[in-house]
């Protein structure tokens, strides 16, 4: 997955909210923010981090993906972290 493609994080990212806020109607765009996502909150920002360090296989900082803006600005952090993370294997 290191070399994964935005669309394909993207793909994954959707995957992931559906199974936090149990809404299987959940579409994500790179511009969807917090405030678009009926729920999202700080609890629910943490199990979105706990979930994307499960299904990537990665490690992340809370304070790292809180600082973000939107969906786009996690797909390239999670692309940066998932590079950093091929490197050292």
């Known amino acids: 997955m290191s070399d994964?493609?935005?669309e394909e994080i993207l793909a994954k990212l959707e995957d992931?909210?559906?199974s936090v806020f149990a809404d299987d109607r959940?579409?994500?765009t790179e511009g969807t923010?917090?405030?678009d996502v009926t729920g999202w909150d700080s609890l629910q920002q943490i199990k979105i981090i706990l979930a994307c360090e499960k299904k990537l296989g990665i490690?992340?900082?809370a304070r790292d993906i809180n600082a973000l803006e939107n969906v786009g600005e996690m797909i390239t952090h999670?692309?940066?972290a998932l590079a950093k993370t091929s490197r050292k294997q």
Do not use: G, K, M, W
């Open 4 to 6: 994964a493609s935005r």
């Open 16 to 18: 992931i909210f559906r």
């Open 26 to 28: 959940i579409v994500l």
């Open 33 to 35: 923010t917090a405030a």
């Open 59 to 61: 490690r992340l900082r």
């Open 78 to 80: 999670l692309q940066t």
